[in-house]
């Protein structure tokens, strides 16, 4: 049950940032995106989340559109070892049980 | 903070025995877990929600009598691969939901089974 559309991979210089899309365009409005992370063989990362306010922490911002139709997840100085397949999830506030991983974009961080 | 743990990290078993990973919220109390199962080149699929003190919530198609989940304290849950097969062979992952920091879920490094 695909909720969310998101490009399959990405590249991106080291150094620079990374700006990741994802399509919601069936949000309801009681869902929150969810952005995770998952480097090779590890289990994922949790990065951010947010409503419908631009959210910011130490890891990267996340830009939601004023519909929230969609959002951008910015990496604002890509490392090498950011490089990972990232999922952009929907889901209501505290029930996890619908935590849709998806198929993620794979960002590949150049030298 | 928010930091959850599995072990092992990697198991062989023989096929027809049991296998049993551990899942533990090191600080903080976490009265949900989620299990999940990754198979190559896949996204991750939940298997089972574990509640603590109560019987798991299973997903569609997950059988629970292959997939035994104890959730017997606030950071602990187990889940035990019973009869284990070759097609049971997958990376697994648990994760605990922490209410009381960020309010979402962490995810351990997962446990790559290998069924022969």
């Known amino acids: 049950d695909a909720k969310t559309t998101q490009p399959p991979s990405m590249d991106c210089a080291e150094g620079r940032a990374a700006n990741l899309p994802c399509n919601h365009s069936t949000i309801s409005g009681n869902e929150y995106v969810y952005w995770y992370r998952q480097i090779h063989s590890q289990g994922p990362q949790y990065i951010i989340h947010?409503?419908?306010n631009n959210e910011t922490n130490e890891m990267a911002s996340l830009i939601i559109t004023e519909d929230r139709k969609s959002s951008t997840l910015i990496l604002p100085h890509a490392t090498l070892r950011d490089t990972a397949v990232y999922y952009c999830i929907v889901s209501p506030r505290y029930n996890f049980n619908k935590f849709y991983f998806g198929s993620g974009t794979k960002l590949n961080v150049k030298p | 903070g928010a930091v959850v743990s599995q072990h092992p990290s990697w198991v062989i078993c023989k096929s027809g025995t049991s296998v049993k990973i551990e899942c533990r919220s090191l600080?903080?109390?976490?009265?949900?877990m989620f299990w999940y199962r990754q198979f190559p080149k896949q996204s991750l699929m939940l298997m089972a929600t574990s509640n603590e003190g109560s019987k798991a919530t299973y997903e569609q198609g997950v059988e629970k009598d292959k997939f035994l989940i104890n959730h017997a304290s606030l950071t602990l849950s187990t889940l035990t691969v019973t009869s284990a097969h070759p097609e049971d062979s997958s990376f697994y992952i648990c994760?605990?939901?922490?209410?009381?920091?960020?309010?979402?879920?962490?995810f351990g490094p997962g446990t790559r089974l290998l069924v022969l």
């Open positions: 600080d903080f109390q976490a009265t949900t």
């Open positions: 994760s605990a939901l922490n209410q009381g920091g960020q309010e979402t879920q962490y």
């Open positions: 947010g409503l419908k």
